[in-house]
Structures are given as structure tokens and as C-alpha cells.
């Protein structure tokens, strides 16, 4: 399974804000420590101890040590790393503390002494547990989509949940669709049943791959093996027993030209010796329709209200400028342009008188 990942300067940009913030705040909080401090840059180098130690964790010790189980060491490195750093920390600010814990008796200065090396070790603690958390959030994602991915690919299965939430395998190919509620992914099967996964349909989709399936909304995929009839915008789904009525989703627009291309890479055109076939044929209108859409695609670099024009007119025999304009509520002036675009190239035709007359697919 392909994994996305942010661009890389979106990844860079996300690490130097985090170090530019505790870098801010290691400059300007002194609660910790006395105010009197005549070299305030000395904070600024405290602060990149810290950020040596999160990132020392970030990309050297979780990826080598705790994702190959290696936990003892993990940890002990952790610590040891944290102790360090506020070590170094401590000995660097240490001349400006100095004339502060001289003025208190012995027990009461090594008292202080402590007590302040102790705050500053729990500090650069809870940064480096900050960093692990990140890691081991990551880490996990990682396995589970490797996991999905296995299954998928091996058994061509999908782990889901049933209404009570006991985990269960399910075969793709018994999959008739999938839609989205809030932030649940709802598996609706052939025999009729529903089950549930807990992911979004973006991981769903990228899950499913697109080989085999289709997103054709921001909440809905569907397998193309059960892809009946598209037509005005719409996919329409083979009739089942165990569905009251045929389920028909709109294509949304945002996701047309995707939709229309990945179902042209399964579609062949017909053979030569067979282009006498049955124009009532259902396989025909299909090879048919998806050749015109993508012929349009290419030649008019993905204009999606012209192909609603196109659309209309291939439903709507005769119609008129004003009809089209109206239907799909396009200015006149632009449904005028795109019809002369289709007429040049010699996908519509106007039939008829001046007045009486309308435009038809050629």
C-alpha cells in the first residue's frame, strides 16, 4: 500500500515553528529559575539542549531501539539523555545562580540546588515523553496500515465490526458500497448486512485501492464490477434482492473527472469486426458514453461545466439555449460558448428551424 506523507516542506516548516515556540519560551520563562539573569542568551542554549534531547529520541533512539523491541535500552538511553541535558543545562546557568545560593546557609543551598535540578530534569522529561508519544502514535498508524494493507493484498479481506463491535473479516468482493457517517465508514455487503470500520474514507479508499473501486463522493465508494448505468452525473448500482430499491449515488463534480477516468481504464473499445453491435446493448451505451466524456476531457482540458452541457443535451433531445441555461444553471452567454465549442468539434448538432429547433448529440 502506498503511505502519503506531507510534502517535505510542510514537514520542515512543522519542526521549525515547534523549535522557534520552545525556543520562545525558554527565553521568556524564568519560573524556574531567578530572574536576575544578566545573560539571557545562556536560556536560548538551554533551550537547544532540550531540542537535542527530543530529537536525539525523535530520530535516533524510538526508530533504532523501541520499534525493534529493544525497550531496557530504550529507556535507559531516555533517561540517561534527559539527566544529561539538564546537567549541561544546570552547569551553564549555574555562575548566575551562584551569588543567589551563597546567601543562603549550606543545607538550605544544596536544598535549592536540588530542588532546581530536579524541576529542570522533570521539564526536559515531559518534552522527551512529548516526543515518544509523537513517535508512538505514529509508530502505531504505521503497523495498523501495514497490517490492513497484508490482509487486503493476501486474502483480498477487510477487518470490520459488527453492530456489537465484535472484530470480524469480510471478503471486497462481497462490498456493494460504502458511505461515510461522521467519522464512522459503513460497509453495506451484497447479503444485505452492515458493518462498521473506524477510519476515514480516505484511509478506506486508499485501503480499497482503485483497481477494483471507485470513489465517486466525499462519502460514498462503490466497486465497479457493480456499476450498472452512469448517466447525468449519476452511477447507478446493479439491482439486488436484498436492497428494496436500486441504489443510485451522484457523481459529485469535484470528483467526475477521476470517477470518468478510472472507469475508462476498464472499459475497452469495441473491435472493429464488432461495430455493428446492438446500439441497445447496455455494455454498448456504456463504452459508448465513457469514450464521448473522455474524448471531451482531453480536448477541453477538464471543463466540468461543459460537460454538464454535454450531459443535459445527451438526456434532453431538441433543447434550447434558454432550457440549458435554466436546467443547469449556467449564464446563457457561457452554455452559448460551450455549444459552439461542441459543434466545432463535431460533438452536437443543431436540428431543426431557427425558433424551433434545439441541439441533439450528433
Known amino acids: 500500500m502506498k503511505v502519503f506523507h506531507k510534502p517535505i516542506y510542510e514537514r520542515i516548516l512543522t519542526h521549525f515553528l515547534f523549535c522557534a515556540v520552545l525556543l520562545y519560551f525558554f527565553g521568556f520563562n524564568c519560573r524556574l529559575r531567578p530572574v536576575a539573569f544578566p545573560a539571557v542568551y545562556k536560556e536560548y542554549v538551554a533551550g537547544g539542549f532540550a531540542i537535542i534531547t527530543i530529537y536525539l529520541n525523535f530520530l535516533v533512539l524510538f526508530p533504532k531501539l523501541y520499534t525493534c523491541r529493544r525497550y531496557k535500552e530504550y529507556w535507559l ?25 551563597i546567601s543562603y546557609s549550606r543545607p538550605e543551598m544544596i536544598e535549592t540546588l536540588t ?18 508519544t509523537i513517535n508512538e502514535i505514529i509508530w502505531l498508524k504505521k503497523q495498523t496500515a501495514e497490517k490492513d494493507s497484508l490482509v487486503r493484498e493476501k486474502y483480498n479481506s477487510l477487518d470490520v465490526k459488527d453492530k456489537k463491535h465484535q472484530p470480524l473479516f469480510i471478503l471486497t ?11 464512522i465508514s459503513v460497509i453495506h455487503l451484497l447479503d444485505g448486512k452492515q458493518y462498521v470500520r473506524y477510519c476515514s ?35 447507478e448500482l446493479e439491482k439486488n434482492d436484498n436492497y428494496s430499491q436500486s441504489m443510485v449515488f451522484r457523481v459529485s463534480e469535484s470528483y467526475l473527472e477521476k470517477v470518468v477516468n478510472q472507469l475508462n481504464m476498464e472499459i475497452k473499445s469495441p473491435p472493429i469486426q464488432n461495430s455493428k453491435k446492438n446500439i441497445n446493448d447496455p455494455d454498448s451505451k456504456k463504452i459508448s458514453a465513457v469514450t464521448d466524456i473522455q474524448s471531451i476531457l482531453e480536448v477541453f482540458n477538464q471543463n466540468q461545466k461543459l460537460l454538464t452541457v454535454y450531459h443535459y443535451i445527451s438526456t434532453h433531445s431538441n433543447c434550447k439555449i434558454s432550457d440549458i441555461s435554466n436546467d443547469c444553471k449556467i449564464s446563457k452567454g457561457s452554455v452559448s460558448r460551450y ?24
Open 339 to 362: 455549444l459552439a465549442k461542441l459543434t466545432e468539434h463535431g460533438l452536437i448538432s443543431y436540428n431543426g428551424a431557427k425558433k424551433t429547433g434545439g441541439y441533439s448529440i450528433k
Open 77 to 101: 538511553y531516555t533517561i540517561g539523555s534527559v539527566v544529561l541535558s539538564s546537567c549541561l543545562e544546570m552547569i551553564l546557568v549555574y555562575p548566575q545562580l551562584y551569588n543567589i545560593y
Open 173 to 183: 468482493g462481497n462490498i456493494y458500497y460504502c458511505e461515510q457517517d461522521r467519522n
Open 201 to 235: 474514507m480516505n484511509s478506506l479508499e486508499e485501503l480499497l485501492g482503485k483497481t477494483e473501486f471507485v470513489r465517486i463522493s466525499r462519502n460514498v465508494i462503490v466497486p465497479k464490477n457493480y456499476i450498472s448505468n452512469f448517466k447525468d452525473n449519476k452511477i
Open 115 to 132: 530542588m532546581d535540578s530536579f524541576y529542570v530534569t522533570i521539564r526536559n522529561g515531559g518534552l522527551t515523553l512529548f516526543a515518544y
